[in-house]
């Protein structure tokens, strides 16, 4: 069986979590697209894993992480995902498989999405500043730089070289102070050695695995809202998240991928700036915040938050062809008299579409609400569902019958063993 799970949101629905609880019957976890701007977090066994680039499955004995094609590397981030866990016992060697085609986040990706976002001043994106942007825009425009050539390293030295001294020259016209090719090139020369025993060629991995009929779990990262075709342009990320990416970045055939799970967080959070239709605001969004924890796995940054958008969520699974649905959060509702979800958007007084939405429409639409009486029992790490109240239940069932997709999970805690079998 061969699955994928994406975000249906702005991301930290708690992918992490469920790839980490479906992984134990996986021989393939494999991250597709993005780079280390995800932040998945899985806790297992009372420790807690925030995840950037390896594949949330790593944990289970049996999986292999797959790192493929699509994904964009920050090579000291790697490293260091990779000491973490092999400092607490995991043995990585044959079971962390990396594609050479995998571009490389280089030092002066990171120094121009930061001197970008200072540009844009009160216009500025609230991207996560790891580089992804400009890594991505040079891979499409021919001035990437691969494993493949780390690899070759004469390749490497001499592509890097011609690279950052003309990135150093647009560094100068943004006053920022310009890499060191010799210091740099020192460094990667460590990393190389470091990660070449994990390089491999994963296109033939998957294949493999396919054709032996092994389970594969596709790990999305981000979400359908930060899509870069999809989402609110220019307020999204660099790569696609939607389904189709799952080809281009691993060379899975199409008609291989069975099943679609869409993460959907029982209210909404997003990090950076940008239209959020349903965002909250004062004390309200605040105890959810503190309640759901929701501060950047990446940056540490306090996420926005606000009810549940099932008119973006229902784009979401239409287009990335949901078969499920995971649930998560629904606990962190637990304790408020009211919980509201948006079914519709009104714009200029008539209905419109998320997909016909641009961020100037989707900053000025109006959320149509369906309010629901809330539960004050504590439903905190609750395993079967006759212990939800009947307010939770209610609230499940309008989520899945106005999203026409069936929920297989409830998500009721941030633990590997905190959720219901739905
Ligand atoms: P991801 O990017 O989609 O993997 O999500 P993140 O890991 O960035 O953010 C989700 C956060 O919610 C993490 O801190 C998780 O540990 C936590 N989490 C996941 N599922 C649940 C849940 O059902 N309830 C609660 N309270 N926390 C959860
Ligand atoms: P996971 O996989 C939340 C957001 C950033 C910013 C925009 C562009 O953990 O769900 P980028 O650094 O990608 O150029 O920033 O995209 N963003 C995420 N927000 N979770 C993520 O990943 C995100 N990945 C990117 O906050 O608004
Ligand atoms: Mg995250």
Redesign the pocket.
């Known amino acids: 069986m061969v699955s994928l799970i994406i975000?249906s949101q702005?991301?930290?629905?708690g992918?992490?979590k469920i790839v980490d609880l479906l992984s134990e019957k996986q021989d393939l976890v494999v991250r597709f697209h993005?780079g280390n701007?995800?932040?998945?977090t899985v806790i297992a066994n009372g420790k807690k894993y925030p995840f950037h680039l390896m594949p949330s499955g790593i944990l289970h004995k049996k999986v292999a992480g797959v790192i493929a094609n699509g994904t964009v590397l920050d090579l000291d981030v790697l490293v260091s995902e990779i000491e973490m866990l092999q400092k607490d016992g995991y043995k990585l060697e044959g079971k962390l498989l990396i594609s050479d085609r995998c571009h490389i986040i280089m030092p002066y990706h990171k120094a121009m999405?930061e001197a970008m976002e200072n540009a844009r001043g009160k216009n500025k994106?609230?991207?996560?500043?790891?580089g992804?942007?400009p890594a991505l825009a040079d891979k499409v425009s021919y001035n990437g730089i691969r494993l493949y050539e780390l690899l070759n390293w004469p390749q490497f030295e001499e592509k890097f070289k011609f690279q950052t001294e003309i990135k150093n020259k647009i560094l100068k016209v943004f006053k920022v102070k310009p890499i060191n090719i010799v210091d740099e090139l020192a460094k990667f020369k460590i990393l190389m050695e470091f990660i070449e025993p994990f390089i491999t060629d994963t296109y033939q991995v998957i294949k493999k695995g396919v054709k032996e009929k092994e389970n594969i779990l596709f790990e999305?990262?981000?979400?359908v809202m930060?899509d870069n075709d999809f989402g609110p342009y220019p307020?999204?990320?660099?790569s696609n998240v939607i389904t189709g990416a799952v080809n281009t970045g691993s060379g899975l055939p199409v008609k291989d991928m069975k099943e679609v799970w869409a993460v959907v967080k029982a209210y909404t959070s997003?990090?950076?700036?940008?239209p959020f239709p349903t965002e909250l605001s004062g004390k309200l969004a605040d105890s959810i915040r503190e309640k759901g924890a929701e501060y950047?796995?990446?940056?540490g940054?306090p996420r926005r938050v606000g009810w549940l958008d099932l008119e973006a969520v229902k784009f979401a699974l239409e287009v990335t062809g949901t078969t499920n649905i995971a649930i998560t959060k629904i606990d962190v509702l637990s304790g408020l008299d009211e919980i509201k979800v948006c079914t519709g958007y009104k714009y200029k007084g008539k209905d419109i579409p998320y997909s016909s939405c641009g961020y100037v429409e989707l900053e000025k639409v109006e959320p149509v609400y369906e309010a629901f009486k809330g539960w004050q029992k504590n439903i905190d790490g609750v395993k079967s569902e006759s212990k939800l109240p009947k307010e939770a239940k209610a609230y499940l069932k309008f989520i899945e019958k106005f999203l026409g997709v069936k929920i297989g999970i409830i998500s009721t805690g941030p633990a590997r063993e905190e959720y219901i079998k739905y």
């Open positions: 975000g702005w991301g930290d629905e992918k992490g993005g701007n995800a932040g998945h999405d994106l609230g991207t996560t500043k790891r992804i942007g999305g990262a981000h979400g930060l307020y999204v990320t660099g997003r990090v950076g700036e940008g950047g796995t990446t940056t940054r």
